[in-house]
């Protein structure tokens, strides 16, 4: 048996993280409702996914995001999010990945082999995400859905991750 000071030293109150803290989310994966109480004491539902026991809140912009890129590629199979901002300024973007690679296939282009021939498949993969997500921000950017700061600082962030998975 343990006592109070114990458990309190242990004590690791319960938290839902966010999608955007996961590198990469299959599109297969099972959303489960919730609800909670705001600060003003108001029930508000929301929807979270649950990878190795712990849940990652899925906002509704971001469902209705990725629509829009399944309805453009129905073969998606994953993507990663970004998020950007704090509250309800928070804003989210939805950028398709690829998926899992086989044993026989990289994970990135074979043009890759070419333009970066000196390059682990890592360095090579991270590249090919970064074009990716960079060619996804110019789009949303050019449609009117991001600012120019707000594009600058997804792309920041795209070279910083780049940057972190090349170290």
């Known amino acids: 048996m343990s006592n109070i000071k114990e458990n309190a030293l242990a004590y690791m109150p319960k938290q839902t993280k966010n999608i955007a803290d996961l590198e990469k989310v299959s599109v297969e994966l099972d959303l489960e409702d919730r ?16 990878i190795d026991g712990e849940e990652y809140r899925v906002p509704g912009v971001v469902l209705g995001d990725l629509k829009t890129h ?29 998926g899992e690679a086989s044993a ?9 082999d070419v333009m970066m021939p000196h390059n682990s498949d890592a360095q090579k993969k991270a590249y090919a995400d970064m074009l990716q997500t960079k060619a ?26 780049y940057s972190s998975k090349c170290q």
């Open 35 to 50: 609800d909670g109480t705001d600060s003003d004491g108001k029930p508000f539902y929301y929807k979270v996914l649950i």
């Open 70 to 98: 399944l309805e453009a590629n129905p073969e998606l199979t994953h993507f990663k999010v970004i998020r950007k901002g704090t509250g309800k300024s928070t804003k989210y973007t939805v950028i398709p990945v690829s």
């Open 104 to 112: 026989s296939s990289p994970s990135y282009p074979k043009v890759m």
């Open 136 to 161: 996804v921000l110019h789009d949303k950017f050019l449609l009117g859905m991001l600012t120019a700061e707000q594009h600058a600082e997804m792309v920041s962030l795209a070279h910083e991750e």
